[in-house]
């Protein structure tokens, strides 16, 4: 069972991914929050597996969190999937540079998500 900690300014988005995941067998959210600054802190308390993060967000967004988590080296590095909006163009190279391992957008199908989770626990 792979862990997940969601991240994403807009509780919806949070609840409807958490939804999506819950049927799963295989994933479980074990935390969440909507700032940046507090992921941070999740990641090194909770020890997730997966950290699914909103790309933009007001303050610390997803592509700085996933600067600075790649920079700890005193945890096990989650997965880390960035979660795009329609507005935020193209950041799959940016995500890519500053180490996500998977980039979805946040109005893909639920079994797109699903396999953009997947394919980040699977990526190199």
Same mark, same amino acid.
């Given at each position: 069972? =792979?862990?997940?900690?969601? $991240? /994403?300014?807009?509780?919806?988005? +949070?609840?409807?991914?958490?939804?999506?995941?819950?049927? !799963? &067998?295989?994933?479980?959210?074990?935390?969440?929050?909507?700032?940046?600054?507090?992921?941070?802190?999740?990641?090194?308390?909770?020890?997730?597996?997966?950290?699914?993060?909103? =790309?933009?967000?007001?303050? $610390? /967004?997803?592509?700085?969190?996933? +600067?600075?988590?790649?920079?700890?080296?005193?945890?096990? !590095? &989650?997965?880390?999937?960035?979660?795009?909006?329609?507005?935020?163009?193209?950041?799959?190279?940016?995500?890519?540079?500053?180490?996500?391992?998977?980039?979805?957008?946040?109005? =893909?199908?639920?079994?797109?998500?699903?396999?953009?989770?997947?394919?980040?626990?699977?990526?190199?």
């Amino acid at each position: 069972m =792979a862990d997940v900690v969601l $991240v /994403d300014p807009h509780r919806l988005i +949070r609840a409807g991914i958490s939804l999506i995941l819950h049927a !799963q &067998p295989d994933f479980q959210v074990i935390g969440e929050t909507d700032c940046g600054e507090n992921a941070i802190e999740l990641v090194r308390t909770l020890n997730p597996d997966v950290l699914c993060i909103a =790309a933009r967000m007001e303050g $610390v /967004d997803g592509l700085e969190v996933t +600067r600075r988590v790649r920079a700890m080296s005193d945890i096990r !590095q &989650p997965r880390i999937l960035l979660l795009v909006g329609s507005k935020d163009g193209d950041v799959s190279h940016e995500g890519e540079a500053v180490g996500a391992d998977a980039v979805v957008a946040k109005y =893909a199908t639920p079994e797109s998500i699903v396999m953009a989770f997947r394919a980040a626990l699977v990526s190199n």
